[in-house]
């Protein structure tokens, strides 16, 4: 193997690893979202099959939530 093949190795390797972890990820990210929003349905409804409106709870939750990235009102 020459310097130029190695180069090539690598980066090669960078690339496709790269891209299963961001795969990962984001498969990740899509289980902890709908686990999240089913703990807020659970705790909005309190088990029954309406909830009670006006508790503001997204905003509270964005409010104590802040130092965990991506956890804002919006998101």
């Known amino acids: 193997m020459n310097f ?3 180069l090539i ?3 090669e390797t960078h690339v ?9 990820v984001n498969y990740y990210n899509t289980i902890r979202n ?4 089913y703990f807020i349905i659970e705790f909005e409804q309190y088990g ?7 508790n ?3 905003k ?6 802040i ?4 956890m804002s009102m919006t998101n």
Do not use: C, F, P
């Open 4 to 6: 130029e093949n190695l």
């Open 67 to 70: 130092h965990i990235k991506g």
């Open 16 to 24: 496709k690893l790269n891209r299963k972890a961001i795969s990962q």
């Open 56 to 58: 503001a709870v997204l």
């Open 34 to 37: 709908w686990l999240i929003g």
């Open 48 to 54: 029954e099959d309406r909830a009670t409106y006006g």
């Open 60 to 65: 509270n939750l964005a409010g104590k939530l």
């Open 9 to 11: 190795a690598i980066e």
